[in-house]
């Protein structure tokens, strides 16, 4: 038995591994970005929010980054896969226990078979003993739980880094938008006022005969266009603090400015983004260890073909007496083995190898389309960049336009050359058009944040150094 029981341990240490070993599949990939960007700065493993130069700006991400409560979720998440691959590795190792128990027992002394007097009664009895089991994993069973473990733990991991990602991108784009809607507020503001005095003018000069009732109420349509815009935009200010106060981790509340939206500065794209820089983002790399969890699963899967062989021993001390317990005559101890392996199971050993291997043909396919909707939300994140510069500068010429329309046609009025509809008129473009230039100028930045997120990028590693919440390392893959 002890020959037997040295044979199988050496055999463990050879043992086979079942299943296949992993190997990324290729991909195909596009040679190049439908919308390169020619001349920038390759600024892809820089913390990019630091270059609109907006010291609040950065203040709140490093606040989201500390205390955003999804950030620590994710991390929580990651603890558990941690542990969660401590204990399926645990199985590789021998299983130590121990046991201890006393009883004290009477036996019936009206039975038709009375106890000896040579027997005592009532019965004492004290028992301690330490005992070891451990499963061989000769077909790599356990070492292949294991690598799918690890591979769901750095999942976990990436899903982590990706929950950065979308918290630093989220709150960059409402800062903006929060920016953008002070702007529009202001200019909503500043028409409402003015369109208020004009209203009071015609009407002074409609008490003295001078125009028109007609003039008066085309004046006091422009004030009230321009005075619902302002509660309507209150109101869109309120939820974008809202929203960035979650982000922040904190109750809704009120969010600090910075710099306007106009004098915030433009972050430079990289040029060339090589398709390398994608493998890196989070979601990518989460499914790629998804694929390899679920090729180990296959090894897993199919171990249990083959039977399972477990050693066992223990050794203690038995006696009746509490003060014997431990003198030599007490000592007790057995060991031995044992092989439990399938005849008939009616397909059950087969359909989980089956079901292992379709889940790794849909994490394959998961993987594949991972990297198809990065190329895709990089390529539409440029283009979007592309034809907003493009858009702005046109709104910009528009805004320009249509300012010195609103003048001209004021000249004439006041001339007597031309009604108030031609003021009416131009009054209605203008508005309407500076708050689609701010409109178009953060919808710019928020290209720019969509051009970073697509990338994924090194810039997590710096975002994730700023994060409170630390997760220790992963242990090593088994040999």
């Not at 941690?82 to 128990?101: E, H, V």
């Not at 171990?303 to 009746?320: D, H, K, R, W």
Request: proline share 6%; net charge neutral.
């Amino acid at each position: 038995m002890r020959r037997l029981a040295v044979a199988l341990v050496a055999g463990s240490f050879a043992a086979c591994t079942l299943g296949p070993d992993y190997r990324r599949p290729a991909v195909d990939t596009p040679p190049a970005y439908r919308f390169e960007m020619a001349a920038a700065e390759d600024a892809v493993n820089t913390a990019w929010w630091r270059q609109f130069q907006d010291p609040v700006l950065e203040g709140l991400i490093a606040e989201a980054l500390a205390h955003n409560l999804n950030v620590q979720i994710a991390a929580a998440n990651v603890e558990r896969a941690a542990a969660a691959l401590t204990g399926t590795r645990s199985a590789l190792y021998p299983q130590f226990g121990y046991s201890a128990d006393g009883s004290r027992s009477l036996g019936s002394t009206t039975n038709a078979q009375p106890i000896p007097a040579s027997v005592p009664n009532p019965q004492t009895s004290y028992q301690v003993v330490a005992g070891a089991s451990w499963e061989l994993d000769l077909w790599g069973r356990v070492r292949r739980l294991s690598e799918s473990a690890r591979a769901q733990l750095l999942a976990t991991e990436e899903a982590r880094r990706g929950v950065i990602l979308s918290l630093v991108g989220s709150v960059a784009s409402g800062y903006v938008q929060l920016r953008a809607l002070d702007e529009q507020l202001a200019i909503a503001g500043r028409t409402k006022e003015a369109y208020g005095e004009l209203v009071r003018l015609f009407e002074l000069q409609y008490r003295h005969g001078v125009t028109s009732r007609m003039t008066v109420e085309q004046a006091r349509t422009q004030y009230e266009t321009a005075a619902a815009a302002v509660p309507a935009l209150e109101s869109q200010v309120a939820r974008t603090e809202n929203a960035l106060s979650v982000l922040l981790g904190r109750n809704p509340g009120p969010i600090p400015r910075g710099a306007p939206i106009g004098e915030l500065a433009l972050p430079q794209v990289p040029a060339g983004i090589p398709s390398d820089v994608l493998e890196q983002r989070p979601d990518v790399r989460q499914a790629e260890q998804n694929l390899v969890a679920a090729n180990a699963q296959i090894g897993a899967a199919k171990a249990l073909y083959f039977p399972t062989i477990s050693l066992t021993g223990v050794y203690g001390t038995a006696s009746a007496a509490l003060d014997g317990l431990f003198k030599g005559p007490s000592k007790t101890w057995s060991y031995g083995g044992s092989i439990v392996g399938p005849i008939f199971t009616g397909g059950a050993v087969k359909a989980g190898v089956r079901q292992a291997e379709a889940a790794r043909q849909a994490a394959e396919l998961g993987y594949a389309a991972a990297i198809q909707s990065a190329f895709a939300d990089v390529d539409d994140a440029l283009v979007a960049r592309t034809k907003l510069v493009e858009q702005l500068a046109a709104q910009e010429r528009l805004v320009v336009a249509a300012r010195e329309y609103e003048r001209l046609a004021q000249l004439q009025f006041d001339g007597g050359v031309t009604a108030y509809t031609t003021v009416l008129q131009a009054q209605q473009k203008l508005f309407p058009a500076e708050l689609d230039l701010v409109s178009y100028r953060a919808s710019l930045f928020a290209a720019l944040v969509d051009v970073y997120m697509a990338m994924g990028g090194g810039w997590v590693a710096t975002a994730e150094e700023m994060a409170v919440v630390t997760v220790a390392p992963p242990p090593p893959a088994p040999r």
